[in-house]
Nanobody, 112 residues
Framework: QVQLVESGGGLVQPGGSLRLSCAASGSIFSINIGWYRQAPGKERELVAGITSGGRTNYADSVKGRFTISRDNAKKTVYLQMNSLKPEDTAVYYC???????WGQGTLVTVSS
């Protein structure tokens, strides 16, 4: 019954910022949420995660630049991305816990 929809991707110059949103529909949302990304020709990797209690973790490559947060009342998880680098270019996906419920993905392109 739970579905996830990402938004907020786009084209940004190096050093710029974007905020991604993951909005959920359905009856269950208060569980762990993860943001993942997949660059062309590479494996999908975990970027950031947030637990139902608000604890967070980040990949080393994005620590200090990205911030994950959630608003359970709105059933939405956010990924604030600052100081973006070309290496951040990828399709970004949100995931419900460790389930097979994924969003459709949103493309982030960092280029001058």
């Amino acid at each position: 019954q739970v579905q996830l929809v990402e938004s907020g991707g786009g084209l940004v110059q190096p050093g710029g910022s974007l905020r991604l949103s993951c909005a959920a529909s359905g009856s269950i949302f208060s569980i762990n949420i993860g943001w993942y990304r997949q660059a062309p020709g590479k494996e999908r990797e975990l970027v950031a995660g947030i637990t139902s209690g608000g604890r967070t973790n980040y990949a080393d490559s994005v620590k200090g630049r990205f911030t994950i947060s959630r608003d359970n009342a709105k059933k939405t998880v956010y990924l604030q991305m600052n100081s973006l680098k070309p290496e951040d270019t990828a399709v970004y996906y949100c995931r419900l816990g460790r389930s097979e419920v994924w969003g459709q993905g949103t493309l982030v392109t960092v280029s001058s």
